[in-house]
């Protein structure tokens, strides 16, 4: 599954701007044809299966992207298994026959007699990348019902969100400035970083490298933190809606944010 998932990607992402970094979550399984993707069988990692007919043309286009966005590939699910997902919510739709693409999303068309028109509405796009009014992480079927365009209502068919497949792009910017954030904030979740910082401070004249692990590993025990890219960091990425507020509320809502509430302050802030 890993191999594909990975084949699959690098064809979605063969234009991928250099420097970009990909992210992609193991617990799913995407049906991602080589050249297409099958809007076919997206089977999510709770074991929902979910089913369209047609098959669309999807190479994303990067050209004129800004190269600071973060993209999230997303796909629709039924609301019982958005629930259990990272959720995004976009201004427009009109059906969840495409299967989709980051931080935001573009749709088909249900008519299965009409492939035309279907190729037509996505190439008329130029892209398959929008911006997302709001993301949400985990939000119950009450809350999505609450909120403007969260929901996907089609004729006679469940209700369907778009939500986070795993699949996570950097773009260039956007990873050289993860990348700082790695050497230097967040230094403390990562092994070079951990090994860095106790080398600073331990002047160790232990010589077995065993003994040295151990240590090692009880110090990062002690000092590490567990940072969740699907929470932690995606929630700090502005949106529609946030780039509205001031930064003082808009922080405050994060720092408040239900999801966020298992790492330290400090962290938080320097996300």
Request: hydrophobic share 35%.
């Amino acid at each position: 599954p890993t191999y594909l998932l990975i084949d699959s990607l690098s064809k979605v992402c063969k234009n991928l701007p250099k420097g970009s970094v990909v992210v992609a979550a193991s617990d799913v399984l995407l049906s991602l044809h080589p050249s297409t993707i099958e809007t076919g069988t997206t089977i999510m990692d709770d074991g929902d299966i979910d089913n369209h007919d047609d098959s669309l043309e999807l190479c994303l286009d990067f050209e004129n992207q800004n190269e600071n966005l973060v993209l999230g590939l997303a796909v629709p699910a039924p609301l019982h298994t958005a629930k259990n997902h990272g959720v995004f919510v976009l201004e427009q739709h009109t059906s969840t026959n495409s299967i989709t693409r980051s931080n935001d999303n573009n749709n088909g068309d249900d008519d299965d007699d009409d492939d035309d028109k279907i190729t037509k509405t996505w190439n008329e796009q130029n892209s398959f990348i929008k911006t997302i009014d709001l993301f949400l992480q985990k939000p119950s079927i009450d809350t999505m019902k609450n909120i403007p365009n969260c929901v996907l209502k089609e004729q006679q068919k469940q209700e369907k969100a778009w939500i986070d497949t795993g699949v996570i792009i950097f773009l260039p910017k956007a990873a050289k400035a993860l990348r700082t954030m790695i050497d230097s904030d967040l230094n403390i979740c990562t092994k070079t970083g951990l090994e860095t910082l106790y080398n600073k401070n331990n002047v160790s004249n232990v010589k077995s490298d065993n003994v040295y692990r151990s240590k090692i590993k009880e110090f990062a025990k002690n000092t590490s933190a567990k940072i969740e890219l699907y929470s932690h960091l995606l929630l700090a990425l502005k949106t529609k809606q946030s780039k509205v507020l001031d930064y003082e509320t808009r922080f405050k809502e994060y720092l408040s944010n239900s999801s966020n509430q298992d790492l330290d302050v400090q962290l938080l802030t320097s996300i």
